[in-house]
């Protein structure tokens, strides 16, 4: 296995490849499919080390998701790759059918989520995947927030009987976890502990939510820092009990605010008594642009600065309606 | 190659499907017959001519595989199954009734025998092709069925699937078009216009065997034909009629999916019954 060290910063893209080499060299039953896009989604070292287990389908993703469904029917555990735009969203009906309903074995990965896709712009930057993927049955949903936790996600998803989804991106995010890391599906790691508020964050915002913490604390406000890879199942309980005796919880996603994270967690605190106020941060109901990643994350306001003036501006409105 | 004696017990059969699957739909609730009635001599020809398949492991590894990627007319493939005794010949009545094992299009994880969960129209030949290239990793020496619709070939992922299935030479795939002409809505070409059909098929890089669809021996004949194509898939391109065996419903879309009157059920039962009753 390879491994990062706390602080590296790598693309979670990175490691799917590494991860695929890792478990496709061990079993004979890895397949792996992209569409036309195996360089970018680091599918092409396993193409190179098991061509006869590595399919290129070209550019037809509807055809890729029933494709892999049909080789699960037969004995194979199938990765399915393309860009997040196009997996869930492009295929979604063929997810819905050959997969979550008919619970194959495929793996759903989409590669390059969110607004850290950078320049192609909003036509390529996946802002609705874990939306889309969260509807629906018997799909597992997982988003890693490090090369370390995305190498295990895919090893984890490739022992897991039935369909999964996992989100990667191509932005360079800072390692958080040590070697010794454990990912388990459905745990919900504690970053960092605190007693005022409660942020639970997903994906590369793990990282930005701990830098956020740090400058809440400069502020005399004491922030925990749940991270949630697993968004399906979701631990309500853990969600819950963090939650508790907190002044305000807030989500984090590079994902649009509703269908994700944010409305999952507004899902479990609505339908539950005693439960603090919620701020749900990420793309609001608007496109993305062409930019580079940093540029837009700066714009959208998703960057520690922006995110922890925007929590200190609710959490004050909040302690003033008490 | 099927000889006469054969081919007799096959037109038997055939005639039997049709009776036990409009017997199965009933009167007064809308059912898909006009397609279901259409495929009778080709799901037939599959299961009790051609595939390799024992009906007391449905699940074996070596079985030839069917997939109806036509999804919405599973009751002749329920009734076939149903004949062979992979499912019970009791379940054949609760069709799409509430907790049936039989549901109103294939659910691959609760009905016995069926390949894959189909109704979204246009994913079955991709899946077929999924099953035919793991079965070639895996040296399974198996072969792959799909049916399609007509009308179903408007939907774009049919070629790309098409595509696919020359470019990686796969021999062992046969599709199979239920060319009945008639979508729900009226003509299949007047809403895109599917002709020159077999030159398509062709320049997709398939063999074509062109039939009438309804005549069991060209059925048997293309299929025995079909497992000696090598290199590439095959595409039997079947003549039909909708509704074929019920005169009122032959030709007519409006049985696409419809409710039928007591009447004209007791009129489709009295024409399909087996001789000796009749």
Request: proline fraction near 4%; charge should be negative.
């Amino acid at each position: 296995m390879l491994k990062w060290n706390v602080g590296d910063l790598v693309q979670t893209r990175d490691a799917y490849g590494e991860a695929l080499l890792d478990v496709g060299r061990r079993r004979k039953d890895i397949a792996v499919m992209d569409s036309d896009l195996q360089r970018s989604n680091k599918t092409y070292a396993f193409g190179q080390a098991h061509p006869e287990r590595f399919f290129d389908m070209g550019i037809a993703e509807a055809d890729m998701v029933c494709t892999a469904a049909g080789m699960a029917a037969t004995g194979f555990t199938v990765f399915a790759t393309s860009f997040a735009m196009f997996v869930p969203g492009r295929a979604y009906d063929q997810i819905r059918l050959q997969l979550s309903y008919a619970r194959e074995n495929v793996k759903i990965i989409g590669v390059s989520a969110g607004l850290t896709q950078g320049p192609d712009g909003a036509t390529h930057q996946a802002l609705d995947d874990i939306a889309l993927a969260r509807l629906l049955p018997n799909l597992t949903v997982l988003v890693p927030a490090d090369a370390t936790e995305a190498y295990q996600a895919v090893l984890a998803a490739a022992e897991v009987e039935g369909p999964v989804y996992i989100r990667l991106g191509r932005y360079p995010t800072p390692v958080i976890f040590r070697e010794d890391y454990v990912f388990e599906v459905g745990a919900m790691p504690v970053l960092r502990q605190g007693s005022d508020l409660v942020i639970y964050a997903t994906g590369i915002m793990a990282a930005l939510a701990l830098d956020t913490a740090v400058i809440l604390a400069g502020r005399g406000v004491d922030a925990a820092v749940l991270n949630v890879p697993t968004l399906k199942p979701l631990d309500a309980r853990a969600i819950l009990h963090a939650a508790e005796g907190k002044q305000l919880a807030v989500t984090m996603e590079e994902h649009w605010i509703s269908g994700g994270l944010g409305s999952a967690v507004a899902e479990i605190l609505a339908e539950n008594r005693d439960t603090p106020a919620l701020l749900r941060i990420g793309v609001n109901d608007v496109f993305g642009q062409s930019a580079t990643a940093a540029e837009l994350l700066e714009h959208y306001g998703l960057t520690p600065d922006h995110m922890a003036a925007a929590i200190l501006t609710k959490l004050e409105a909040e302690q003033r309606r008490q | 190659m099927v000889d006469d004696r054969r081919l007799a017990e096959l037109e038997a059969v055939a005639r039997d499907m049709r009776y036990q699957m409009v017997r199965m739909m009933g009167a007064d609730k809308p059912h898909h017959f006009g397609g279901s009635l259409s495929i009778v001599e080709m799901v037939t020809a599959l299961y009790f001519y051609k595939m390799r398949y024992d009906p007391a492991d449905p699940n074996w590894d070596g079985r030839d595989r069917f997939v109806m990627s036509k999804g919405h007319t599973v009751p002749a493939q329920y009734v076939a199954l149903a004949k062979l005794g992979v499912l019970p010949m009791e379940a054949l009545p609760t069709l799409k009734q509430l907790g049936s094992i039989l549901q109103g299009h294939p659910n691959a994880c609760m009905t016995p025998g069926l390949e894959a969960c189909t109704g979204s129209l246009g994913q079955g030949l991709s899946f077929a092709n999924g099953i035919a290239l793991a079965a070639r990793i895996r040296g399974l020496g198996i072969r792959v069925y799909c049916l399609l619709g007509d009308g179903e070939l408007h939907e774009g992922q049919v070629w790309e699937a098409a595509m696919s299935s020359s470019t990686y030479k796969l021999d062992s795939l046969c599709a199979l078009v239920d060319r009945n002409h008639l979508k729900s809505q009226g003509q299949v070409d007047e809403a895109k216009n599917l002709e020159p059909l077999a030159a398509k098929w062709q320049a997709f890089g398939w063999h074509t065997i062109g039939i009438d669809g309804h005549d069991l021996r060209q059925v048997c004949d293309a299929l025995d034909e079909a497992e000696t194509i090598k290199g590439k898939p095959s595409m039997i391109l079947a003549q039909t009629v909708k509704g074929k065996g019920v005169p009122f419903m032959e030709g007519q879309f409006q049985f696409h999916n419809a409710p039928i009157s007591q009447s004209q059920w007791a009129e489709a039962m009295q024409i399909l019954a087996p001789e000796e009753v009749a």
